[in-house]
């Protein structure tokens, strides 16, 4: 009951949160005086009153007209060099606030307000500010532990792939199957990696010219093994150019459409992965095909989010989702375009986009 009751509370809090943000906009005088009606209903009482006591002492109406008129003047010189500074300071908040990218920084444009309650939110903003910051300090604290033990893990299990794969060459009757199998490890382990580095990508990467053929060798030659093994072929086209990239994160990225193929590739005929590149005047466009079994029309539009695996996922158990949501996100992150085009049962074309910028050309 305790927690239904304050699942309630909260709801209802951030109902009213979500009613006072729709009327909020640049402080009016009528919203100002809407606001303090029941001052002025007060002191409108209190004059009425002052005017029955004086008329009943006999007090001549020129003097009861003339307290009356500088009573109500005075209220009013009053409320407006209230609403004046008040307004000053809120419309000018409100506008450094849509100004700002990054709201939490509006402690830091407040100027000194000059009144007791601009005093209190402002204070109240600085403190929040503070306390925001440290949350912030101790969580980043902590995603750089976890980053940092990942890597360390990663490169710790790679050293008994490694003593596998040698222990592997020693019996050539299970050679094949063993470093398919170590392979598809290595590959799943590179994953986390990668998927530990990708929220900080820019921190890990050097943009240069990177060669296209040099870079899908690389990936080629290191999935020889499982592409014999289901007598893989693959068609190179227009290779022979560079783009503007890091050559670590692209590896992976063709690795990762690489893996694709293999896995998904269509037991009905033999498997072909056709890469290549043509390029304009503002961009290199890398076309990565192959004639597996396609991507239903329907899973299309969700293959590139985290942990969508779809209906050829559900088929394949060891299937996590995680392959294309990485690739999307380091592509986002070195400013590569990325789109996908599939029909099921027929083929599969990934492509990437790499712009052409002067600035990153090296001198």
Known sequence: MTVIKRDKQNRSYMTGLRKRGKQVGKMSFTAFIKDRIPGIVIRTVALGVIVIFLTAFDVPFQAVLAVTVVLVMSVIVFEMWEFLRKKKFYNRLKKALGELDRKYLISEMIDDPGFLEGNILADTLVECDKSMAENVAAYR?????????????VHEA???????????????????????????????????????????????????????????????????????????????????????????????????????????????????????????????????????????????????????????????????????????????RLGHGISIESKEGAYTEVMLIFNKNDFYNPQ
């Open 141 to 153: 604290r902590q995603n750089k532990e976890f980053r940092e033990y990942i890597e360390l893990w």
């Open 158 to 332: 790679k050293l008994p792939l490694s003593s596998m794969r040698l222990m592997c060459r020693q019996s050539p009757e299970i050679e094949n199957k063993m470093v398919v199998q170590l392979g598809r490890i290595d590959d799943y382990i590179e994953n986390v990696l990668y998927y530990a580095r990708s929220e900080n990508a820019e921190r890990d990467y050097v943009i240069k010219e990177t060669s296209l053929r040099k870079t899908f060798g690389n990936i080629a030659v290191k999935n020889r093994e499982a592409l014999q093994m289901i007598d893989a072929r693959i068609e190179t086209k227009g290779l022979d150019v560079s783009v503007l990239t890091d050559g670590k994160w692209l590896e992976f990225i063709l690795g990762q459409l690489m893996a694709n193929s293999i896995k998904y590739y269509s037991p009905e005929r033999s498997l072909v992965i056709g890469v290549g590149a043509e390029e304009t005047d503002i961009e290199t466009i890398l076309r990565f095909r192959d004639n597996g079994i396609g991507i239903p029309a329907a899973d299309l539009p969700y293959v590139f989010e985290k942990s969508f695996t779809g209906a050829n996922g559900r088929r394949d158990s060891k299937s996590t989702g995680m392959g294309l949501y990485i690739v999307k996100n380091l592509c986002d």
